[in-house]
């Protein structure tokens, strides 16, 4: 599994995925409103706005492993 691969059975639920969109969204609110440190706030939006491109917009169920 290389990294950014989605297709590991890890991230198959639903409920996973919402969760980690969940933590990041969290994370990226903190830092925009008590955390004040630039950098922060841009890597845990950044990581919000992957997360969310990568586990909800385009996500595609992958084939089921025998």
Avoid at 28 to 46: C, K, N
């Amino acid at each position: 599994m290389s990294f950014g691969s989605t297709d590991h059975p890890f991230y198959r639920p639903l409920w996973r995925r919402l969760a980690i969109i969940a933590v990041t969204a969290v994370w990226a609110a903190l830092e925009i409103f008590r955390g004040g440190e630039p950098l922060w706030m841009v890597l845990a939006a950044g990581a919000f706005a992957y997360s969310l491109w990568t586990f909800l917009i385009v996500w595609k169920d992958p084939p089921a492993q025998p």
